[in-house]
T-cell receptor, first 115, second 116 residues
Framework: GAGVSQSPSNKVTEKGKDVELRCDPISGHTALYWYRQSLGQGLEFLIYFQGNSAPDKSGLPSDRFSAERTGGSVSTLTIQRTQQEDSAVYLC?????????????FGPGTRLTVT | AQSVAQPEDQVNVAEGNPLTVKCTYSVSGNPYLFWYVQYPNRGLQFLLKYITGDNLVKGSYGFEAEFNKSQTSFHLKKPSALVSDSALYFCAVRDWDGGSQGNLIFGKGTKLSVKP
């Protein structure tokens, strides 16, 4: 079946611009996660959504970062006023639920470059 | 605080030889442990997990991992390495009972290079 998809695959933007990254989870998966992968920081958790519950935003690095999930499916990660340190690969993952024994299924990522 | 350590940035192995990629963890509750692999320009692929039960866990592509509670380790192993196993490997832990909301905490990754 279809896996997690993300778009765009690559995004180059100028410093100060806003960007939106999209994630389509596996159908039926109620939990959705965003991570950031960068050379210096490894894999960092950003935010997760579980069903209709309030998202856990504890990993968002600043208030320039926000995310929403519409209709319990597609999610958009928005970065406002991008900075060069935002350059990274942004990975989305989904799982059947936010319970400890479920593995997460990852998308291919969006490579963001801020010039 | 919860953490995962992968002490080796890179592991080099000859094809056909056994391989081990090391992982140790620190959690305050029960550990739920995972291994993922990342091929170049791809997302992470799930390999295997330890939840409870047998300490030796078998996963995809012939990989296995041994959970050792006393040593707080979860090393990834394969009896005979293939060139196609060359990739970046991540160990991760979920500290479900430890108050971290059960989020996955990743190690920094180990690059595995298998030479013919």
């Amino acid at each position: 079946g279809a896996g997690v998809s993300q778009s765009p695959s690559n995004k180059v933007t100028e410093k100060g611009k806003d960007v939106e990254l999209r994630c389509d989870p596996i159908s039926g998966h109620t939990a959705l996660y965003w991570y950031r992968q960068s050379l210096g920081q490894g894999l960092e958790f950003l935010i997760y959504f579980q069903g209709n519950s309030a998202p856990d935003k504890s990993g968002l690095p600043s208030d320039r970062f926000s995310a929403e999930r519409t209709g319990g499916s597609v999610s958009t990660l928005t970065i406002q006023r991008t900075q060069q340190e935002d350059s990274a690969v942004y990975l989305c993952a989904s799982s059947p639920g936010h319970v400890p024994y479920y593995e997460q299924y990852f998308g291919p990522g969006t490579r963001l470059t801020v010039t | 605080a919860q953490s995962v350590a992968q002490p080796e940035d890179q592991v080099n192995v000859a094809e056909g030889n056994p391989l081990t990629v090391k992982c140790t963890y620190s959690v305050s509750g029960n550990p739920y442990l995972f291994w993922y692999v990342q091929y170049p320009n791809r997302g992470l692929q799930f390999l295997l997990k330890y939840i409870t039960g047998d300490n030796l866990v078998k996963g995809s592509y012939g990989f296995e991992a041994e959970f050792n509670k006393s040593q707080t380790s979860f090393h990834l192993k394969k009896p005979s390495a293939l060139v196609s196993d060359s990739a970046l490997y991540f160990c991760a832990v979920r500290d479900w009972d430890g108050g971290s909301q059960g989020n996955l905490i990743f190690g920094k990754g180990t690059k595995l290079s298998v030479k013919p």
